[in-house]
């Protein structure tokens, strides 16, 4: 199997890159090949502290990590986090800024995200094979095949965002209703389909001009295709302003099943 895929990740209008809560893996785009790939997106809670850290740690894990049910993934995320913190607060010893007494309770309240992980296999002939998703929150996936929208998960409709989507936490006590939140679905892939994970806000505008009888994927497959990350943030500041696109967070990972060539930029 064969997939080329590009991503794409900004911050707020008017927030610096490192205050982007939103994470994706890869971030390396270009051609990726094996019998099993794994991407992912996530949207780290604005409230709550080290958020943008949780995500980038949730689709770690996910891509990369071994693991065969819920649990184990959280068992493995879980620990990475302890990892993680015990490292953060030892940088923070040694560089003479001690966690303050009023980062303390929001510490201790924990970090909290979104997840949307895809995992694609190969049937053996690079032409076909299936794929499974889950999904915590409100980023969705979407699949085009021959110019169509032929999939939308977990959301199909724009009145199907909730204001107070379920998030993950990194303190398991935390993620009693994780089962009952947790949405799963899987189907088959062919040769050329198209792939698109967001988080919420650009998923919003996509099903929003979905449903008003555009095609808003060749939107995407223009912006990205031609000018790359710059096209698209200039893209993103226009509808921002334009106040088509709420200002949040934006990540969009487009993969396409197959190699690139000038005739399937993005298709």
């Given at each position: 199997?064969?997939?080329?895929?590009?991503?794409?990740?900004?911050?707020?209008?008017?927030?610096?890159?490192?205050?982007?809560?939103?994470?994706?893996?890869?971030?390396?785009?270009?051609?990726?090949?094996g019998?099993?790939?794994?991407?992912?997106?996530?949207?780290?809670?604005?409230?709550?502290?080290?958020?943008?850290?949780?995500?980038?740690?949730?689709?770690?894990?996910?891509?990369?990590?071994?693991?065969d049910?819920?649990?184990?993934?959280?068992?493995?995320?879980?620990?990475?986090?302890?990892?993680?913190?015990?490292?953060?607060?030892?940088k923070?010893?040694?560089?003479?800024?001690?966690?303050?007494?009023?980062?303390?309770?929001?510490?201790?309240?924990?970090?909290?995200?979104?997840?949307?992980?895809?995992?694609?296999r190969?049937?053996?002939?690079?032409?076909?094979?299936?794929?499974?998703?889950?999904?915590v929150?409100?980023?969705?996936?979407?699949?085009?095949?021959?110019?169509?929208?032929?999939?939308?998960?977990?959301?199909?409709?724009?009145?199907?965002?909730p204001?107070?989507?379920?998030?993950?936490?990194?303190?398991?006590?935390?993620?009693?209703?994780?089962?009952?939140?947790?949405?799963?679905?899987?189907?088959?892939?062919?040769?050329?389909d198209?792939?698109?994970?967001?988080?919420d806000?650009?998923?919003?505008?996509?099903?929003?001009?979905?449903?008003?009888g555009?095609?808003?994927?060749?939107?995407?497959?223009?912006?990205?295709?031609q000018?790359?990350?710059?096209?698209?943030?200039?893209?993103?500041?226009?509808?921002?302003?334009?106040?088509?696109i709420?200002?949040?967070?934006?990540?969009?990972?487009?993969?396409?099943?197959g190699?690139?060539?000038?005739?399937?930029?993005?298709?």
């Open positions: 199997m064969i997939v080329t895929s590009a991503s794409f990740c900004l911050p707020k209008q008017g927030n610096p890159a490192e205050e982007n809560e939103d994470a994706c893996y890869p971030t390396r785009d270009g051609e990726r090949q019998p099993l790939l794994k991407l992912a997106v996530a949207d780290g809670a604005t409230v709550t502290l080290l958020s943008r850290q949780w995500a980038r740690l949730l689709v770690k894990t996910f891509a990369t990590r071994g693991w049910t819920p649990d184990q993934f959280l068992a493995a995320s879980y620990r990475s986090w302890e990892r993680w913190t015990a490292y953060y607060f030892r923070r010893e040694q560089g003479d800024r001690p966690i303050a007494w009023f980062e303390e309770p929001g510490l201790s309240e924990g970090a909290f995200s979104t997840l949307l992980g895809v995992t694609l190969d049937d053996g002939t690079d032409l076909a094979g299936s794929y499974t998703v889950v999904a929150g409100d980023s969705c996936l979407f699949q085009i095949r021959d110019g169509e929208l032929i999939m939308s998960f977990p959301h199909e409709s724009s009145g199907g965002f204001s107070r989507p379920y998030l993950i936490s990194s303190r398991p006590e935390k993620n009693s209703g994780l089962r009952e939140n947790l949405a799963c679905c899987s189907g088959e892939w062919r040769f050329n198209r792939f698109l994970l967001m988080t806000a650009l998923a919003n505008w996509f099903i929003g001009r979905y449903e008003a555009e095609r808003p994927w060749e939107v995407l497959r223009l912006l990205t295709g000018d790359g990350p710059l096209g698209f943030r200039r893209w993103i500041t226009e509808q921002r302003e334009a106040r088509t709420r200002n949040d967070d934006v990540t969009l990972i487009s993969v396409l099943m190699e690139e060539d000038e005739n399937h930029v993005l298709a």
